[in-house]
């Protein structure tokens, strides 16, 4: 069964930072791009990181950092210098083909999602 796991989110203080994971299982890690994703109240979901192509957002570029652990079958999404902007819930996904836009719609597999809360 395709799982994609998604974990580390929770209360952040404005300017702190977090990571938060992705781990892949039931199908072939290397065949698959991953994403990062976000909707947050009130707002469309929206890509925040797409590895392949070394997307990231305006919104987040320069503070949001993917790093890729292939052999634990993990994605990581490291932020900093967090805002209550960034509150969303932030979802992991998988793609077969590397090369498409950093949107939802090509995406065809999700994790659950993990709600990140930048708040004093």
């Known amino acids: 069964e395709v799982q994609l796991q998604a974990s580390g989110g929770g209360l952040v203080r404005p300017g702190g930072s977090s990571t938060l994971s992705c781990q892949a299982s039931g199908f072939t890690f290397g065949d698959y791009t991953i994403g990062w994703f976000r909707q947050a109240p009130g707002k469309e979901r929206e890509g925040v990181s797409c590895i392949a192509s070394t997307y990231y957002a305006d919104s987040v570029k320069g503070r949001f950092t993917t790093v890729t652990e292939s052999a634990k079958n993990t994605v990581y999404l490291q932020m900093k210098s967090l805002g209550p902007e960034d509150t969303a819930v932030y979802y992991c996904?998988?793609?077969?083909?590397?090369?498409?836009?950093?949107?939802?719609?090509?995406?065809?597999?999700w994790g659950q999602g993990t709600l990140v809360t930048v708040s004093s």
């Open positions: 996904a998988a793609a077969p083909l590397a090369y498409i836009p950093c949107t939802p719609p090509y995406y065809s597999f």
